[in-house]
């Protein structure tokens, strides 16, 4: 909703160069080595499983997901169970993708077509 309210939307990632330019410059700090997981250290991308569990897309375009960076167990791996509530991709503190529940507090990286 933010992103919309600046006439943009989520970030869509198309490879790992935007992915890693992405954590570099928005969520990379020095203290993230030392948990990866918190909000200070991640940030909200445009991918979802919202619609079909496990089939993630891109939001605004809707279109299937082809490059992936998930972390180690990710998405949602060491525990199915949890799939469901887990329905965003975030990146985190090293660069790599996580899935965690939509309602997270987090930060966000917007795009805009120009």
Same mark, same amino acid.
């Given at each position: 909703?933010?992103?919309q ?12 160069? $935007? ?8 969520? $990379? ?17 445009g ?5 079909? $569990? ?20 990710e998405?949602?791996? +060491? ?21 965690r529940?939509?309602s +997270?507090?987090?930060?966000?990286i917007c $795009?805009?077509i120009?």
């Amino acid at each position: 909703m933010r992103c919309q309210n600046m006439c943009s939307y989520l970030v869509e990632i198309d490879d790992r160069e $935007e992915s890693d330019w992405l954590f570099k410059t928005f969520v $990379e700090k020095g203290s993230c080595s030392t948990n990866l997981y918190t909000s200070n250290c991640s940030a909200w991308t445009g991918g979802n499983d919202l619609v079909n $569990e496990g089939h993630y897309v891109m939001d605004h375009s809707n279109t299937s997901i082809v490059f992936t960076n998930w972390h180690t167990g990710e998405p949602s791996l +060491h525990d199915p169970s949890q799939a469901p509530g887990r329905d965003c991709i975030d990146i985190i503190g090293n660069g790599k993708w996580n899935d965690r529940p939509c309602s +997270h507090n987090n930060k966000f990286i917007c $795009e805009k077509i120009i």
